[in-house]
């Protein structure tokens, strides 16, 4: 079937289903508190300020992340205005970029057919399809980080001009760096050197290859840390390398979890993809050198990000989602033998799958059962958390059929999985990836703006509404970025104002608006008495504070 259609036939199909895919409704929900709502804003004080080489949260230098993604997010913003479609809309561009990528990559290394699955799978998982609906740094950073592995893995193949590979493997690693920081160089040495430990050291390489790729990295990944420096900014970078150390040692902003947190997410988050990757983690005897040499390259990767993730305090889904790359990868791997050589699928490989989905259906039907019945006591009695329960009084509408998806999803996977014989493989994997890109992306559409209206809209409609008003806003008792952003806040005239006691206990010149919890509120009741109830409203409360 894939023999018929030319590369430039399926790389224009690839571009116009990703667009199609990942482009439309991307301002239809608010952006999300922290990451999405951090990084827009960044990018809005860029625009508001004209200081396009500082980051600032707050109109304060913002030392915890470099500028390349937010100057990306500038540009989108001078097309589309300062909205939600347009923070967006680079990670839209990126998912069309990495689906194309892969393919022309899995072209290059085996056939045309493995770039096409490479693709479909890809495209076909969970929270790879949904992070480039998103407006968070990841999707760059970790397309900077694998293409850098590319080019490098190529580098040592001793295939085509090493030089070359030299210099764009350390212009991606240098652009990862500017986009999130040294953690680019860090996956990045820790799996080159992983394995050329591995293989003992007998790799090809020439010293001036070497001093190259570390002025190209210098360059290109050192330029904005540069800049800082030259213009005064030293502190900057150095309350930026204490943070990214921070990151490592404490749980930041109370991000914990588990140690096998991110095993988790490569189960659940990468599914259905995980589940044939576990089978690929043994190298072949039948297949090429050079294949197993990209396969031991995708094993070192995924494993290097599980464990160093683990051992990171903070934890949080998207710290690991460089394994997406090496994941779907391997489960490529895994599908493209079951194709070429009518292999069965093992049994075990379709009860995970087949569980999996069933939880997924578990999971979209108690959300329904649980947001119907806020009211009865045994929900009560079973959130313990005073602004959860507030949060679920968000007045939501629901058809109560939503559920339905999953189940078809259900469904379709076990028609799709026992139907189709071992000599009808190709089939089968291209319906079941399709079909799972299908209902990831209803299951955004279906899920996610809901979510948003009972998880923080009530406060973002509070702001919306002072974004015209001679006041200030402010949130006391929890993190927020949303309220630079939806209150459009400008340059601060009376620069006290960024402190957030002044606000509270000094001679304001305007009334200040403070957005708290409603499990917070006695506490900076009986702190402040001069702050006054306005209203409450799905957990959030409202308050003000008059000129005296």
Not at 517 to 530: A, C, F, I, R
Request: glycine share 6%; charged share 15%; net charge positive.
């Amino acid at each position: 079937m894939l023999q018929r259609l030319n590369s430039n036939t399926l790389q224009f199909l690839i571009i116009a289903v990703a667009a199609i895919f990942f482009i439309p409704f991307l301002g239809n929900v608010h952006l999300f508190d922290w990451d999405e709502i951090n990084f827009a804003e960044s990018a809005r004080e860029m625009i508001v300020t004209g200081d396009y080489s500082t980051v600032q949260i707050d109109y304060m230098p913002f030392w915890e992340k470099p500028p390349l993604f937010i100057w990306m997010q500038v540009i989108s913003m001078k097309m589309f205005g300062i909205n939600e479609f347009a923070a967006r809309f680079p990670n839209a561009l990126c998912g069309i970029f990495t689906l194309l990528l892969l393919f022309r990559i899995g072209y290059k290394l085996i056939d045309k057919q493995f770039g096409v699955l490479w693709t479909l799978v890809y495209f076909g998982s969970l929270l790879p399809h949904m992070y480039f609906k998103s407006g968070i740094i990841d999707p760059w950073f970790n397309l900077f980080i694998f293409l850098g592995i590319y080019q490098i893995i190529r580098y040592f193949s001793n295939t085509g001009k090493p030089m070359q590979h030299a210099v764009l493997s350390a212009f991606f690693i240098g652009l990862g760096i500017l986009t999130k920081g040294p953690v680019a160089l860090l996956l990045f040495g820790a799996t080159a050197g992983l394995y050329i430990l591995i293989n003992k050291f007998r790799v090809p390489f020439k010293i001036i290859h070497i001093l190259v790729f570390i002025i190209v990295l210098t360059i290109t990944g050192g330029f904005w840390f540069i800049l800082m420096i030259l213009k005064g900014n030293f502190d900057i970078i150095q309350d930026f390398i204490e943070y990214q150390i921070r990151l490592f040692n404490t749980r930041d902003s109370g991000h914990g979890g588990f140690f096998g947190y991110h095993f988790v997410v490569f189960l659940f988050g990468i599914f259905p993809a995980s589940i044939f990757a576990i089978s690929a983690f043994k190298l072949k005897k039948t297949d090429s050198l050079q294949f197993n040499n990209y396969k031991s390259w995708m094993i070192i990767l995924t494993v290097l990000v599980l464990v160093i993730f683990s051992i990171v305090k903070t934890k949080i889904v998207h710290y690991s989602s460089l394994m997406y790359f090496p994941v779907t990868f391997l489960a490529t791997s895994t599908l493209y033998n079951y194709i070429k050589k009518s292999e069965k699928w093992p049994v075990w490989q379709t009860v995970f799958i087949l569980t999996i989905a069933l939880i997924l259906v578990a999971i979209t039907a108690i959300l329904q059962y649980v947001v119907a019945n806020a009211q009865s006591e045994f929900i009560q009695n079973a959130i313990a958390d005073k602004f959860t329960l507030e949060n679920l009084q968000a007045q939501v509408q629901w058809s109560g059929f939503e559920f339905l998806a999953s189940i078809f999803y259900f469904l379709a996977l076990i028609i799709l999985i026992t139907y189709f014989k071992s000599g009808k493989n190709q089939i089968k994997t291209i319906l079941v990836f399709f079909f799972s890109g299908i209902y990831f992306n209803v299951l955004i559409m279906l899920y996610v703006g809901r979510v948003e209206k009972y998880s923080q809209n009530a406060a973002l409609e509070f702001y919306k509404q002072k974004e015209h008003e001679n006041c200030y806003v402010e949130t006391i008792g929890f993190k927020s970025y949303a309220d630079l952003f939806y209150t459009n806040k400008k340059e601060p005239e009376n620069r006290n104002s960024l402190d957030r006691n002044w606000l509270l206990t000094g001679p304001i010149d305007k009334p200040v608006y403070f957005v708290t919890k409603v499990n917070k509120l006695d506490g900076y009741l009986q702190q402040y008495p001069q702050l006054k109830i306005l209203y409450k409203k799905n957990g959030y409360v409202f308050l003000k504070r008059e000129i005296n």
